[in-house]
Nanobody, 127 residues
Framework: QLQLVESGGGLVEPGGSLKLSCAVS????????IGWFRQAPGKEREGVSC????????YYADAVKGRFTISRDHAMTTVFLQMNNLKPEDTAIYYC????????????????????WGRGTQVTVSS
C-alpha cells in the first residue's frame, strides 16, 4: 500500500526558503498524482501544488505561483516542494497526498479529494 511521509518543515523568517520532502513507498504503478496541501489554523485545507509521478503536468495555486516549485526524483521515491520568498500567510501544516490517475488540476483544486495522506509537517513563517 502506498505510504507518504513528509519532512523538512520548520521555522523560517519572512523571505526565507524551505524545501519539503515527501517520501513515497509502496508504489507499484506510475499513474499516481502526488500533491502538497496545507491547512492553516481556522482555515480550510487547500491545494498548493500537484505533479504526476511520470513528471508530467504540474499545478500551482495562485498564491504560490512564482515562489514554490514542485519536483520529484527520477526514482519516483521522493516528491519535493521548494518554497522561496516565504510569507507569514504560508504558515500552515503541509500535507503530502496521492490520488490514482487524477489530473493535477482536479486533485489540487479540490474537485477530487486524494485518498492517501501523510501526517503533515509544520511550516511557520515568522520574524
Amino acid at each position: 500500500q502506498l505510504q507518504l511521509v513528509e519532512s523538512g518543515g520548520g521555522l523560517v523568517e519572512p523571505g526565507g526558503s524551505l524545501k519539503l520532502s515527501c517520501a513515497v513507498s509502496g508504489m507499484h504503478h506510475t499513474l499516481y498524482t502526488i500533491g502538497w496541501f496545507r491547512q492553516a489554523p481556522g482555515k480550510e485545507r487547500e491545494g498548493v501544488s500537484c505533479i504526476t509521478v511520470t513528471d508530467g503536468p504540474t499545478y500551482y495555486a495562485d498564491a504560490v505561483k512564482g515562489r514554490f516549485t514542485i519536483s520529484r526524483d527520477h526514482a519516483m521515491t521522493t516528491v519535493f516542494l521548494q518554497m522561496n520568498n516565504l510569507k507569514p500567510e504560508d504558515t500552515a501544516i503541509y500535507y503530502c497526498a496521492a490520488s490514482w490517475a487524477t489530473p493535477v488540476g482536479t486533485m489540487c483544486s479540490g474537485e477530487a479529494a486524494p485518498g492517501i495522506w501523510g501526517r503533515g509537517t509544520q511550516v511557520t513563517v515568522s520574524s
